[in-house]
């Protein structure tokens, strides 16, 4: 059986806000349909991606910006955080880990880290390893994303 992600629900606030945001980072915009006053959906698509996201009125009882850990991935994060930064979206800057290819997660537009020895260290990854270099921003409600640098995938992928 194939299991495919393909729709990711973000709670916002203020819908035209975050269509606005999600505009200038880069998304195409696939729907925006308004049923009625309670009910509005806006799908957006990350460039390369599968995977979409939506949000709306009336899609959710999720408190906004709850959504946190959202990896997107690139395959040059340095010069991906300057077409973020050019398109006016506030980024942190590029980061690893000290204690080597660990997961990350992403709390209040900030990264969080599992377990003793997960330290945050600014820069790119030494080795430049995949997996190892990453960045955080957050959209206007505080739903968190991280990107990631994977310049070659492990095996299985």
């Given at each position: 059986m194939?299991?495919?992600?393909?729709l990711?629900?973000?709670?916002?606030?203020?819908?035209?806000?975050?269509?606005?945001?999600?505009?200038?980072?880069?998304?195409?915009?696939?729907v925006?349909?308004?049923?009625?006053e309670?009910?509005?959906?806006?799908h957006?698509?990350?460039?390369?991606?599968?995977?979409?996201?939506?949000?709306?009125?009336?899609?959710?009882?999720?408190?906004?910006?709850?959504?946190?850990?959202?990896?997107?991935?690139?395959?040059?994060?340095e010069q991906a955080?300057?077409?973020?930064?050019?398109?006016?979206i506030?980024?942190?800057?590029?980061?690893h880990?000290?204690?080597?290819?660990?997961?990350?997660?992403h709390?209040?537009g900030?990264?969080?880290h599992?377990?003793?020895?997960?330290?945050?260290?600014?820069?790119?990854?030494?080795d430049?390893?995949?997996?190892?270099?990453?960045?955080?921003f957050?959209?206007?409600?505080?739903?968190?994303?991280?990107l990631?640098?994977?310049?070659?995938?492990l095996a299985?992928r």
């Amino acid at each position: 059986m194939d299991l495919k992600l393909e729709l990711l629900v973000l709670p916002v606030s203020d819908v035209d806000r975050a269509k606005a945001f999600y505009e200038a980072l880069g998304f195409r915009l696939d729907v925006d349909y308004t049923a009625n006053e309670e009910f509005r959906v806006v799908h957006f698509t990350p460039p390369g991606s599968e995977c979409s996201i939506i949000f709306g009125d009336g899609m959710t009882n999720a408190a906004p910006g709850s959504t946190q850990g959202l990896y997107l991935i690139v395959s040059d994060i340095e010069q991906a955080r300057a077409e973020l930064v050019a398109r006016g979206i506030e980024v942190s800057e590029i980061f690893h880990d000290a204690g080597g290819l660990l997961h990350h997660g992403h709390d209040a537009g900030d990264a969080v880290h599992d377990g003793p020895g997960q330290e945050r260290r600014a820069g790119l990854h030494t080795d430049r390893a995949s997996y190892g270099s990453y960045l955080t921003f957050s959209d206007p409600d505080g739903n968190g994303w991280l990107l990631q640098e994977i310049k070659q995938r492990l095996a299985g992928r």
